[in-house]
């Protein structure tokens, strides 16, 4: 059987940064069309200034340059531009291992020493290249997700920023307990993501004015488990379908959808159970004002007591609102995620004018 050439994949953008224009011929000859296409940068400071304009697969970089060397570079990269999951390769002469270790606590993905063997510099390339593209898909997968969680909101008039604040809040709450990353992304991305079952609930339960008849309230409640099913398929989001399919479940065992009581309930779905009633006090609806803060610490600790939610991590909540009230608040100047402008596209096309119509 003969292969054929899949023209369909494009070529991997590679930002090569050397001083020297033989090193970047050298790279340029290694790395040829129609796999690569080479963009060159003599300094660590033209490069910045190229990637803040242009979008790249991978970046090769030089340690020894005039002006800012490539560990001050790689380092801009990450914090400055925010790149975090850009690859960074350096290729320089400087191969000791305190150089190495240097150059992988600034960001860099790997090292590459000169004088390089082609083979071995195209192989590493193109394993970062791979792992970036399985990253893209994953980052394009959750940004449609977090995208239609956003719309959910976008339909629901009464709750203002609830998703962004519910993401902040929810992350300041897991830092301060200990959580790990995963389950700090988790609680981000639940902000955004927990009511996204609604998607599935019909119009006519969803947006009824007064209360849900017995019926309606059964279709209602299945808007967890149909969230889950949505989330639960990407591997990076299992925490977060934890959070989506238990949000409304009880510590005393009489919430929804499966009854679960106690630590059967995941963490990550405890601690963002107490960040959404928190800001649902704390925040104006049609149907109530937005409580002080002294009505809002009485009614979470009644509700405590009454068995509603978890008394230790309760407890761990107050006690920043006591004491650091204003690090609830999220600052206004904060980076969002690719769903905001995603959202903001979809709502300037007017389609979105059509839920507000009686």
């Avoid at 608040?329 to 004018?353: F, H, K, T, Y």
């Amino acid at each position: 059987m003969i292969s054929t050439l899949n023209t369909n994949v494009a070529a991997a953008r590679i930002l090569a940064v050397d001083d020297m224009a033989t090193n970047l011929k050298l790279l340029s000859y290694a790395l040829r069309p129609p796999e690569y296409q080479i963009v060159e940068a003599r300094d660590g400071m033209q490069a910045l200034e190229i990637l803040r304009h242009e979008k790249f697969d991978l970046v090769l970089l030089d340690v020894m340059m005039p002006g800012i060397d490539g560990f001050e570079t790689c380092l801009r990269i990450r914090q400055e531009l925010g790149m975090k999951l850009l690859p960074v390769i350096m290729v320089t002469s400087r191969g000791a291992p305190d150089d190495v270790a240097r150059g992988m606590d600034v960001g860099a993905d790997d090292y590459v020493t000169k004088p390089f063997n082609s083979i071995e510099l195209i192989a590493r390339v193109k394993a970062a290249i791979e792992r970036k593209r399985l990253i893209d898909q994953l980052d394009d997968a959750e940004t449609v997700l977090l995208s239609l969680g956003r719309m959910v909101e976008a339909r629901d008039h009464d709750t203002g920023d609830h998703c962004d604040r519910l993401a902040h809040t929810g992350v300041l709450f897991g830092k301060v307990l200990g959580l790990d990353q995963d389950s700090l992304d988790a609680l981000r991305r639940g902000g955004v993501l927990h009511d996204i079952g609604k998607l599935g609930i019909p119009d006519n339960v969803l947006l009824k004015k007064g209360k849900l008849d017995a019926e309606e309230w059964q279709i209602m409640k299945q808007h967890t488990e149909i969230g889950a099913a949505l989330c639960g398929p990407l591997r990076t989001m299992k925490r977060t379908a934890d959070i989506v399919r238990c949000h409304h479940e009880k510590w005393n065992g009489t919430g929804y959808p499966a009854g679960l009581k106690g630590e059967e309930i995941p963490l990550v779905a405890r601690v963002f159970q107490i960040v959404d009633i928190f800001d649902a006090l704390s925040s104006e609806r049609p149907y109530k004002p937005a409580f002080p803060r002294e009505k809002v610490i009485s009614i979470m600790e009644q509700e405590t007591a009454a068995g509603f939610w978890d008394p230790q991590l309760m407890a761990a909540f107050l006690k920043i609102v006591r004491e650091r009230p204003d690090d609830l608040i999220r600052p206004e100047q904060i980076q969002n995620d690719r769903s905001v402008e995603v959202l903001a596209s979809i709502q300037s096309s007017g389609v979105m004018e059509w839920y507000a119509r009686e």
